[in-house]
């Protein structure tokens, strides 16, 4: 399964990435497996994605639960709590 | 009508007012909240500070704060205005307007919109400050004063008259 994945604010620093396309396998099916799978990266991607860390995740510009499944194609974004106002 | 605005340019708050609620004359009530730059937060000096969103999900998570409001108070009209960019501090961040036939429905309706606006809508706060430049935490004053909403449903439908 194809997906974009857009990072934001200190995660996007802390990644040095904006965006990128993924192709995960079939196992990877909801949004706490996606998770897992790029914490499995490693290194500052194993930091950024590890459970304790504090993380809001959006699919197709709504805010997801970890147990949603992904949709082919969508459009993914992991990002900090919100500080704006 | 619901208006959203991500912007970088400024706004003047008597203009905004003046369009929303323009030869409308069941209007008898606008509540405004404007949100600046602090020189000083979280016990730093703060010289300047840039805001990050999420271009699509940012007016969208707006729009859908607006329509809750619109549910559950009697308002006309609602805008939000909302900075990205470079701020500096005494800069204007945030405008959110509310126009209704009396003032209850209004105030309530602005306070909820910011206050979920806060914990809900994508935008990032970067301050420059002394010892560097430092992204701001969410805070839990802020998510509580939005859960206060979902605590007092039932009282709130009381109206008060001007």
Known sequence: MELKILYFARLREALAVREEQVEVAASVSTIADLRAWLSARGGVWAHEFAPERQLRVAMQQQVVDADTCLVAGAELAFFPPVTGG | ?162
Not at chain 2, 39 to 45: E, H, Q, T
């Open chain 2, 1 to 162: 009508m619901i208006v959203v605005k991500v912007q970088t340019d400024d706004f003047d708050l008597s203009a905004e007012i003046a369009q929303l609620r323009h030869s409308n004359g069941a209007v008898g009530a606008v509540v405004s909240f404007v949100g600046v730059v602090r020189d000083l937060n979280d016990g730093a000096a703060v010289s300047a500070m840039s805001l990050e969103h999420y271009p699509g999900m940012t007016e969208q998570s707006i729009t859908t704060i607006v329509e809750q409001a619109q549910a559950r108070w009697s308002i006309f009209d609602a805008l939000v205005i909302h900075r990205v960019g470079d701020l500096l501090p005494l800069d204007q961040i945030v405008l959110v307007a509310v126009t209704s036939a009396h003032r209850g429905e209004a105030f309530q309706a602005c306070e909820f919109i910011m206050d979920y606006l806060k914990t809900q809508a994508p935008f990032w706060k970067k301050e420059q400050t002394p010892t560097g430049a430092r992204w701001v935490d969410a805070r839990v004053t802020d998510d509580s004063a939005a859960s206060r909403w979902t605590q007092a449903c039932v009282e709130n439908n009381s109206t008060i008259d001007d």
